[in-house]
């Protein structure tokens, strides 16, 4: 087990969530899933919570077969109550406490649209899915960690809530409230020895995404709209979600932290063959640097 959480990549010491029990919701999907083997490799007892059965049984599977030990899976739709009530029951039936909760669970559910064409319907199931679980995930496992008067929250917002996202606006409302939310719920923990933080993510393959597979003539642009010059991994921020989880994190309280690759600090400037512009032509993006040269400075 430690020698897998010491492996290039991971970049943590072996050990560092010995005994630790670790609740992970959407650990189904590609970056709490990889949040999930991180932290079974360093020791904590993961329980994993997803309503996909399949990716769940596989994650258990890479997990042990990694040499950790098997993590509880709780398949349960959690933007239901009775969904939290089930994943809850299933802690209670493994372990005394909890020390982590990964509130990764968030999905657009594919309703972009123009806001006035918004139902009741795809709005409340918004809310249920990237607000109202966090809210009770917390309500149900904060009083364990005050109980031992250490906790680590670690929720995820997207860069979506900071930014503008045109004909997502209620999306990015509900991913604007958890960044609320999860400062005043910080403040309110701090004393409590809970440290809460959220992450805030942007252009990393996930399911959501199709992991953002394209065909090669576009992927080759991915240094274009991501100044790091590729697409995230689920790996990269999980990294960030398992130090912020961790016990080495005692002073980051209440932030959002942006892990995008630099999208956000870039705002609207992109990196063409010849220049950064904050103008983008197609024309730039679409022809070989060979074709650029004879154009004009401005559109290059």
């Not at 360093?42 to 030990?69: E, F, K």
């Not at 933007?79 to 990964?102: F, N, P, T, Y």
């Not at 509130?103 to 918004?126: C, K, M, V, Y």
């Not at 409302?173 to 992450?199: M, W, Y």
Request: hydrophobic share 50%; aromatic share 8%; charged share 20%.
């Amino acid at each position: 087990m430690n020698a897998t959480a010491s492996q290039p990549g991971h970049g943590f010491a072996p050990g560092l969530l010995d005994g630790r029990v670790a609740v992970i919701t959407g650990a189904a999907g590609a970056i709490g899933a990889a949040t999930a083997e991180i932290m079974a490799a360093l020791g904590a007892q993961v329980v994993a919570a997803d309503i996909d059965a399949g990716r769940l049984a596989a994650l258990a599977d890479r997990i042990t077969s990694a040499g950790a030990p098997g993590p509880v899976t709780v398949v349960a739709d959690l933007c239901d109550a009775r969904g939290i009530g089930e994943l809850a029951a299933a802690v209670s039936s493994q372990h005394s406490h909890v020390d982590i909760l990964i509130n990764g669970l968030g999905e657009h559910l594919a309703s972009a649209a123009p806001f006035e064409r918004g139902t009741d319907d795809i709005w409340q199931r918004l809310y249920e899915v990237n607000l109202l679980h966090v809210f009770r995930a917390c309500r149900e496992f904060v009083p364990m960690m005050k109980r031992r008067r250490w906790g680590r929250i670690v929720n995820f917002s997207s860069v979506e809530g900071i930014r503008a996202a045109p004909n997502l606006a209620v999306y990015t409302a509900f991913k604007r409230a958890v960044d609320g939310f999860t400062k005043s719920l910080a403040v309110e923990l701090a004393p409590e020895g809970i440290v809460v933080t959220a992450v805030a993510v942007d252009k990393t393959r996930a399911f959501q995404v199709n992991h953002y597979d394209l065909p090669e003539e576009y992927a080759r642009l991915a240094p274009v709209w991501v100044p790091a010059g590729r697409y995230g991994e689920a790996a990269d921020v999980a990294r960030l979600v398992v130090f912020l989880a961790s016990p080495m994190n005692t002073w980051v309280v209440g932030d959002t932290v942006i892990a995008d690759g630099g999208t956000l600090s870039a705002g609207g400037w992109f990196r063409t063959p010849a220049r950064w512009t904050n103008q983008p032509l197609l024309v730039q993006y679409f022809e070989d640097p060979a074709a650029n040269a004879g154009r004009p400075p401005a559109v290059q």
